[in-house]
């Protein structure tokens, strides 16, 4: 059962232009949740977060958009450059039991062309 | 913010035998992630290691198979036991030391059973 999916395992955007990376969920008791951007052969690196309570939150080049109703999130790379060329996670936080975890969708490969 | 430093980096082992992972944090943790990344796929959790307390592993992973240690609260092992060329993934240890709004990770141990 994925809770956290991330529907498009690739995406190429040409340099200068916007990347944009979605995420679904299925779990309505998700209240907080990230992204992150993986190079091979390392740990993934935080980008961005956003609580529940809000449907925007920006940094930088990166914005990040919640749409609770959809349980739907996607993140904004705005201008797209070549090293932004990663695979990008999204996370949910989950409170369970007196403790908490975090589910990770599956993953989309961006390459920024240039 | 946390540095995470884990070890080995990779390894390439035989099938049967067993490896344990270390991961050392910077600072005192409560709760420390073990995640799993088999080739192509999403970070899936393995356990949750708190100090002084029995791990809480997910649906699907076991103790016997993926014992963890967790002595204090800056350090813990993962060992892979028994391994097959199935258990050939990058394991991953990750922290939240300031709470729920970011997950840090070490740079992940690649290891590959022949």
């Known amino acids: 059962d994925q809770q956290v999916k991330q529907n498009s395992p690739s995406l190429s955007v040409q340099e200068g232009r916007i990347s944009i990376l979605n995420c679904d969920y299925t779990?309505?008791?998700?209240?907080?949740f990230l992204w992150y951007k993986k190079y091979p052969a390392e740990g993934p690196t935080f980008l961005i977060s956003?609580?529940?309570?809000?449907d925007k939150n920006e940094d930088g080049r990166f914005t990040v958009f919640l749409n609770k109703s959809a349980k739907h999130l996607s993140l904004h790379i705005v201008p797209s450059q070549p090293g932004d060329s990663a695979v990008y996670f999204c996370?949910?936080?989950?409170?369970?039991?007196?403790?908490?975890?975090?589910?990770f969708g599956t993953g989309t490969r961006l390459k920024v062309l240039a | 913010s946390a540095v995470i430093s884990q070890k080995p980096s990779r390894d390439i082992c035989q099938r049967g035998t067993s490896l344990t992972i270390q991961c050392q944090v910077d600072?005192?943790?409560?709760?420390m992630f073990w995640y799993r990344q088999q080739p192509g796929q999403s970070l899936t959790l393995i356990a949750t290691?708190?100090?002084?307390?029995?791990?809480?592993?997910e649906s699907g992973f076991v103790i016997d198979k993926f014992p963890i240690s967790r002595p204090n609260l800056t350090f813990s092992t993962l060992t892979v036991s028994n391994m097959s060329p199935e258990d050939s993934s990058i394991y991953l240890c990750?922290?939240?030391?300031?709470?729920?709004?970011?997950?840090?990770f070490g740079s992940g141990t690649q290891l590959s059973v022949l």
């Open positions: 779990n309505s008791m998700f209240d907080y």
């Open positions: 990750s922290v939240a030391p300031g709470g729920k709004e970011k997950l840090f």
């Open positions: 600072s005192q943790v409560t709760m």
């Open positions: 290691a708190n100090q002084g307390s029995e791990a809480t592993y």
């Open positions: 956003i609580s529940s309570i809000k």
């Open positions: 996370a949910a936080f989950l409170v369970r039991s007196g403790t908490y975890k975090y589910i």
